[in-house]
């Protein structure tokens, strides 16, 4: 009973027991190899990791009290970060190569691709008349909500 116990407890409380040693310990351990190796292949998964973790430590503060309704959250958590941590899945590097270096090289890529996705679903005579009605909008916000007369 003792040891179906506290069994019972580990698997139940997994998220706080390899969640640290996941998300912190392994991913420190290997930056610090990462430094003292001379190949700079390498470098570019664990500096990754880095960022991304720290967006998802601001995305946890910023988003504290919604993440306390989701009980699976720890566990959703615990998956993302083994999937960028382990060296089999390479996640990190996988985001950078597919999103992040995207967005450096053309960071006009997202509005480009909505532009068009616009013209293709709308036509290239909605574009313009939208471009127009956004140019007179701020126009007349210029003028203080008055719309330029030419007497």
């Known amino acids: 009973m003792g040891w179906e116990s ?3 407890a580990v698997l139940y409380n997994i998220d706080i027991f390899a969640g640290p040693v996941v998300t912190l310990l ?3 351990y290997s ?5 003292e190796s001379p190949s700079r292949l390498d470098d570019q998964q ?3 990791y880095w960022v991304l973790y720290s967006f998802m430590t601001l995305f946890e503060l910023s988003f504290s009290r919604v993440l306390e309704w989701l009980p699976f959250w720890p566990y959703v958590k615990l998956i993302a970060t083994c999937w960028l941590v382990l060296p089999v899945f390479k996640g990190a590097a996988y985001v950078y190569e597919n999103f992040v270096r995207q967005m450096l090289l053309n960071p006009n890529a997202m509005a480009t691709n909505s532009v068009e996705r616009f013209v293709h679903q709308y036509g290239p005579d909605a574009l313009d008349r939208a471009m127009k009605s956004t140019e007179k909008e701020a126009k007349i916000n210029r003028n203080g ?3 330029d007369y030419e007497y």
């Open 46 to 48: 664990w500096l990754t």
């Open 31 to 35: 930056s610090i190899r990462v430094i």
């Open 145 to 147: 909500g008055y719309d």
């Open 26 to 28: 392994y991913p420190l």
């Open 6 to 8: 506290f069994l019972k």
